[in-house]
């Protein structure tokens, strides 16, 4: 059973930074695809960034490309997301995904999904 956490949102001035994190219980870590989506209110769920099962960062969302920075840490089983020059824009509910071996578009293929930390940029 695979159980995925996210911490770190919060509410931020426009400029800032924050980091999220998402924890990953269990054995999907090493041989799924993880991935960063966000849904703000009133809009579809999008794909921010994703690594591949072997860790390769395949791509960002443009508007976030120079601004949030994915990693991974394989010993501490966690994604992070660096997200630096906030714009309230990016206002939205964050979530960690899984996906069998490799980064799809649709959401349908992630299996697995955490609860989602909220993140608020004020103007």
């Known amino acids: 059973r695979v159980h995925m956490m996210e911490s770190g949102g919060g509410l931020v001035q426009a400029g800032g930074s924050l980091r999220l994190s998402c924890t990953v219980a269990g054995s999907a870590f090493n041989n799924h695809a993880m991935a960063w989506f966000r849904q703000a209110p009133g809009k579809e769920r999008e794909r921010v960034s994703c690594f591949d099962w072997v860790g390769s960062a395949i791509d960002y969302l443009d508007s976030v490309k120079g601004r949030f920075t994915i990693s991974r840490d394989n010993a501490k089983n966690t994604l992070y997301l660096q997200m630096n020059s906030l714009k309230p824009e990016d206002t939205a509910m964050y979530y960690c995904?899984?996906?069998?071996?490799?980064?799809?578009?649709?959401?349908?293929?992630?299996?697995?999904w955490g609860q989602g930390t909220q993140v608020t940029v004020s103007s």
């Open positions: 995904a899984a996906a069998w071996r490799y980064c799809f578009d649709s959401e349908r293929e992630y299996n697995y």
